[in-house]
């Protein structure tokens, strides 16, 4: 060891006597990185720069556990505390349950000091390309507005930052600024975004001038809504009423007629200049073609991707998280994981074809509650007898039809068949649905794709023409425009091969609330829609449920292996709860906001905690 270090000595002296001659060599940037100052002054480091912002949107509502089962639309199978934490209300700021870093406070925070740091820069460009500049920095304020939106929906109020902090800043300790001056930023910012990106074809999953429009659009709409007018929030709720910041939530003065007007034009904006997918019907389509319009929409696939205004893209080759729905949700009995299940408050809502409610104390529904209805419900939901894909080679011969078993099922040996999509039955039962229903929406319906280890190409829509279809008949109805809404929510239904609402009035936002619900589910849509139309106490309060199926053979009839057929079999059907060891679902009103976690509060004193929470 004494040899090599007196070896090495003289050669460390050589070494900075030459290098002490020579600056150059001690500044030689490091291979591996790049120093900011060169990202903005390079065309292409600067696009990537403002490509990782998109990075916050994570695998958009793609994720093994969905909002969904947050919500009355589904129930996740394998729930821990988190999620039950939020579904049973028991939410506080040291352990708020389940929140997704697509929403995730100082997550959003992240990436919009990204975006701050991207329009600094961009403010003062040193590109040469004019054009690429205006791109760029259109794409920086929209997603710096899109997380803003996130913070805005689920929070309230936030700190509003339009600067990159540095070490030498001493002003870190900023308070929540009203809901009113948040929403003016972020509108402010979608409105530049919109000017800046006009005229510019980007690729697709990157942000457009539409998209700054529709998210404007969603922004206004929710301002609109009851949640966030405070005298009409302050009625309904007396946690809202006995908080003392109330600013934060909503606006605690002003017209709430004329912040329609402002979400009604915002809307018609999007429809003006979008075009969506196949709503142009005169009269409801087939059931059959309703249910291909659905699917495709849905899939955003055969003219279905011009309602898809901005959307989380997933490459299989890169085998990202998006693109495992159908192994996240999938039914057990192929090899699938069944994570967030339908509940039977969901499946009882779709429509008969003729447009009238379901319902079980009818006896021709409940013999047959999965015939003739709303040709979505066939395009969203696995039922039992379902036909779906070919099962796994070791599972064909006790299935040869590929049909989704939910039940259990008498044979002619007297013994009991167990559903092979049960947590009874012989194939990975500890995934069974506890609902007896799966999600098909979002998922590859071909025959030959294997869920449970191929990744799928469909992207998560973050924002659909349809929606701006929903905002606009909203405002409308609000409006008293109630032939306006009609005109466009029946677009909707033609499309789904539904007929006509006639309803006016209460009855008609009754209609319109429910249509909304059915045509984006899973979408994200209804854990804010019930908070803003303040309908959570009776829509989220409600316990999951599910349905118990048995299937007895008829007198003479027998079969090999067991298969749907209501010619061998009577089928019975029997909505039940879910037991409360899964899910105690309950609603307090002091979920209509997430709390800020402790450790935020911690960091900065002059956070205010939203009410009801400690």
């Known amino acids: 060891m004494k040899k090599t270090k007196y070896i090495l000595l003289p050669f460390l002296v050589s070494l900075f006597a030459v290098t002490g001659c020579n600056d150059d060599f001690v500044n030689t940037q490091p291979l591996g990185e790049v120093s900011e100052a060169s990202v903005w002054t390079d065309a292409a480091l600067a696009e990537a720069a403002v490509t990782n912002i998109y990075r916050g949107i994570g695998n958009g509502g793609m994720d093994e556990q969905m909002l969904a089962s947050l919500t009355d639309e589904t129930m996740f199978t394998h729930p821990g505390r988190s999620i039950t934490t939020i579904t ?236 495992r729905q159908g192994l996240f949700n999938g039914p057990n009995g192929y090899n699938n994981w069944a994570g967030n299940t339908p509940v039977s408050l969901l499946v009882d809502d779709y429509e008969m074809m003729d447009g009238s409610s379901f319902d079980w104390s009818n006896e021709e529904h409940a013999a047959k509650p999965y015939e003739n209805r709303d040709p979505r419900f066939y395009a969203s939901i696995l039922y039992d007898g379902a036909q779906w894909k070919p ?80 905002n606009y008949a909203e405002a409308c109805i609000e409006l008293g425009e109630d ?29 319109y609330r429910h249509e909304k619900r059915i045509e984006m589910v899973f979408e994200e849509q209804r854990y804010h829609d019930t908070r803003r139309w303040m309908i959570a106490p009776e829509t989220l309060g409600r316990k999951a449920n599910g349905i118990n199926i048995v299937g007895t053979l008829k007198p003479g009839k027998t079969v090999d292996v067991y298969r749907y057929d209501p010619e061998i079999y009577d089928y019975s059907y029997e909505v039940i709860n879910m037991d409360e060891g899964k899910e105690n679902r309950q609603w307090a009103d002091k979920m209509y906001f997430l709390p800020l976690n402790r450790s935020e509060l911690n960091r900065n004193e002059n956070l205010i905690q939203n009410p009801g929470f400690d």
């Open 88 to 323: 049973e209300s028991r939410s506080n700021s040291a352990d708020p349950g389940w929140i997704n870093n697509t929403y995730e406070w100082g997550n959003m925070f992240s990436y919009i000091r990204a975006a701050n740091i991207a329009i600094e820069q961009l403010s003062e460009p040193q590109l040469q390309d004019a054009g690429l500049v205006d791109r760029l920095m259109g794409e920086a304020k929209f997603m710096r507005a899109y997380y803003y939106q996130q913070l805005l929906r689920y929070f309230g109020g936030f700190p509003i930052i339009d600067k990159s902090y540095g070490l030498s800043d001493d002003d870190f300790l900023v308070a929540r600024d009203s809901y009113e001056d948040c929403v003016n930023f972020i509108v402010k910012d979608l409105d530049d975004a919109a000017t800046l990106l006009a005229g510019k074809n980007l690729a697709s999953g990157r942000t457009t001038e539409l998209a700054a429009l529709a998210l404007k659009s969603r922004v206004l709409l929710y301002a609109a809504s009851d949640l966030h007018d405070i005298p009409t929030a302050s009625a309904k709720s007396s946690v809202i009423s006995g908080f003392s910041n109330k600013e934060l939530l909503g606006y605690t003065s002003g017209s709430q007629e004329a912040r329609w007007q402002a979400a009604k034009a915002a809307a018609k904006a999007v429809l003006d200049k979008g075009t969506g997918a196949f709503l142009n019907n005169s009269e409801p389509v087939s059931a059959e073609q309703g249910k291909e319009n659905y699917m495709n929409t849905s899939l955003s696939r055969n003219g279905g991707e011009e309602d898809l205004i901005f959307g989380r893209y997933f490459i299989s080759a890169k085998r990202e998280g998006g693109g």
């Open 391 to 470: 099962r796994a080679s070791a599972n064909q011969p006790r299935d040869p039809l590929g049909q989704i078993q939910t039940g259990q099922y008498e044979l002619p040996s007297g013994d009991t068949h167990f559903g092979l999509d049960t947590r009874n039955g012989p194939i990975e039962d500890w995934n069974g649905s506890y609902t007896g229903y799966y999600m098909r929406k979002f998922t590859e319906p071909a025959d030959d794709f294997v869920d449970q280890n191929t990744w799928q190409e469909i992207p998560w829509p973050i924002l659909r023409y349809t929606e701006a279809v929903f």
């Open 483 to 511: 032939a306006e809404a009609k005109n466009w929510i029946n677009k909707v239904r033609f499309r789904a091969g539904l007929p006509a609402l006639t309803e006016s009035g209460d009855a008609l936002m009754e209609r």
